[in-house]
């Protein structure tokens, strides 16, 4: 689960499997929880279902740790999150890097026009 103690190196614990799924269901579909992940990575996460248990140092440093790795300057489109779906998920449920490189775009990537 995701209250484990973090991994070595300061890595944060891989994440539920059903919290990645949900996480990857909304930034995929809902724009108002893509604009809450941009603004607090942590914040969504908990929307997401991750279990913060009162009083519990180590969950709280882990959310922290998960906060900083998935930090995003601008997220993907929901199109490419949703493409890369499989990618993402075993990426943040494994022990991995847990930096998911299809949620950031790039700053100097184009942004398309709605016409």
Do not use: C, W
Not at 4 to 30: E, I, Q
Not at 85 to 100: F, H, N
């Amino acid at each position: 689960m995701a209250t484990k103690k973090t991994g070595a190196a300061g890595k944060p614990t891989p994440l539920d499997p059903k919290v990645a799924d949900k996480l990857l269901d909304l930034l995929g579909t809902d724009n108002e929880f893509r604009r809450l992940f941009k603004k607090d990575p942590g914040a969504a996460l908990v929307k997401a279902g991750y279990k913060l248990p009162k009083g519990d140092a180590a969950a709280a440093e882990n959310l922290q740790r998960l906060h900083d790795r998935l930090h995003v300057e601008k997220i993907a489109p929901k199109a490419v999150v949703q493409k890369a779906r499989q990618e993402i998920k075993t990426s943040l449920i494994s022990e991995l890097a847990m930096q998911p490189i299809h949620l950031n775009v790039p700053s100097s990537a184009v942004r398309r026009k709605r016409s």
